[in-house]
């Protein structure tokens, strides 16, 4: 059997956003032009990358063990095509990296949001965003219809941006100006009520039968559910957050933001 030694096997790994950046621009995104790099040394943007701890699936034969799930750190790229798997030695140190990645993203994303709202004015309609980042969509993640492999949770990944008026999902981070017009869904903030986990279950007769969510019970945890009321009754979509902290932040826009839409708001129209 033939053997080929690769030069150098960190070729592979990471997203590059030295091309198709769309609307971002290396300075909007924080990336330096040049970087002092070795052959065997590989450069990855945090920028709008998901990050999650431990196997989403932990009935796993390759998982099954607890301890060895709460020490994987998955970084998941922001089109979704490439994820990079850590595992730290211990829980200590899986907290303290977890912890300084997700501070970093959250860092990067807050800069960006300032450039980027210079640029997306127009095609959001004037619409300024608040806040963006990946939230799991637990609609996705509890379908017994799909099959993933233990760390393979893409599909149930969301990016969500909450402007002053709306709230977008999209299926990956938006690079151009066609994507940020075709959201897979949006809502207007003045028909969304966010449900923090510490609430009641929300029990099926009191959801639109036509939800595809409806047989779906908040899980506890870092969870929220948001409810919205469309032509075609109410409707629930569900979400996990990594942290209780990003529980809070995402609590202080969705809500704010519905409050500050109500109260900028002068009249309203219901069709017969």
Same mark, same amino acid.
């Given at each position: 059997?033939?053997?080929?030694?690769?030069?150098?096997?960190?070729?592979?790994?990471?997203?590059?956003?030295?091309?198709?950046?769309?609307?971002?621009?290396?300075?909007?995104?924080?990336?330096?032009?040049?970087?002092?790099?070795?052959?065997?040394?590989?450069?990855?943007?945090?920028?709008?990358?998901?990050?999650?701890?431990?196997?989403?699936?932990?009935?796993?034969?390759?998982?099954?063990?607890?301890?060895?799930?709460?020490?994987?750190?998955?970084?998941?790229?922001?089109?979704?095509?490439?994820?990079?798997?850590?595992?730290?030695?211990?829980?200590?140190?899986?907290?303290?990296?977890?912890?300084?990645?997700?501070?970093?993203?959250?860092?990067?994303?807050?800069?960006?949001?300032?450039?980027?709202?210079?640029?997306?004015?127009?095609? $959001?309609?004037?619409?300024?965003?608040?806040?963006?980042?990946? $939230?799991?969509? @637990?609609?996705?993640?509890?379908?017994?219809?799909?099959?993933?492999?233990?760390?393979?949770?893409?599909?149930?990944?969301?990016?969500?941006?909450?402007?002053?008026?709306?709230?977008?999902?999209?299926?990956?981070?938006?690079?151009?100006?066609?994507?940020?017009?075709?959201?897979?869904?949006?809502?207007?903030? $003045?028909?969304?009520?966010?449900?923090?986990?510490?609430? %009641?279950?929300?029990?099926?007769?009191?959801?639109?039968?036509?939800?595809?969510?409806? %047989?779906?019970?908040?899980?506890?945890?870092?969870?929220?559910?948001?409810?919205?009321?469309?032509?075609?009754?109410?409707?629930?979509?569900?979400?996990?957050?990594?942290?209780?902290?990003?529980?809070?932040?995402?609590?202080?826009?969705?809500?704010?933001?519905?409050?500050?839409?109500? @109260?900028?708001?002068?009249?309203?129209?219901?069709?017969?």
């Amino acid at each position: 059997m033939p053997f080929f030694r690769k030069a150098c096997v960190l070729t592979d790994f990471g997203w590059d956003f030295s091309s198709g950046l769309g609307l971002f621009s290396r300075s909007l995104v924080d990336e330096p032009e040049q970087v002092m790099r070795q052959k065997d040394t590989k450069v990855i943007p945090l920028f709008a990358s998901h990050v999650t701890r431990g196997s989403l699936d932990n009935n796993s034969t390759e998982f099954e063990s607890g301890r060895i799930s709460s020490r994987i750190i998955q970084i998941t790229s922001p089109d979704k095509k490439d994820s990079l798997v850590l595992r730290a030695p211990n829980d200590n140190q899986t907290s303290a990296w977890f912890s300084a990645i997700v501070s970093c993203i959250c860092t990067l994303n807050a800069k960006a949001i300032v450039g980027l709202n210079q640029v997306v004015v127009d095609t $959001l309609d004037g619409a300024a965003i608040q806040y963006l980042g990946w $939230l799991t969509d @637990m609609s996705c993640a509890r379908s017994p219809t799909i099959s993933r492999s233990p760390l393979d949770n893409s599909c149930s990944r969301t990016f969500v941006v909450v402007t002053d008026r709306d709230i977008l999902l999209f299926s990956k981070v938006p690079w151009t100006r066609d994507e940020w017009l075709s959201p897979s869904d949006s809502f207007s903030l $003045l028909h969304v009520r966010f449900i923090p986990n510490s609430c %009641s279950p929300v029990s099926s007769s009191d959801m639109s039968s036509s939800s595809p969510s409806s %047989s779906i019970t908040p899980p506890s945890g870092t969870s929220f559910s948001l409810r919205i009321g469309t032509q075609s009754g109410i409707q629930y979509k569900f979400f996990r957050t990594e942290t209780q902290s990003d529980l809070t932040v995402w609590a202080k826009f969705i809500v704010k933001g519905s409050h500050d839409v109500a @109260m900028s708001t002068r009249e309203v129209a219901f069709g017969m």
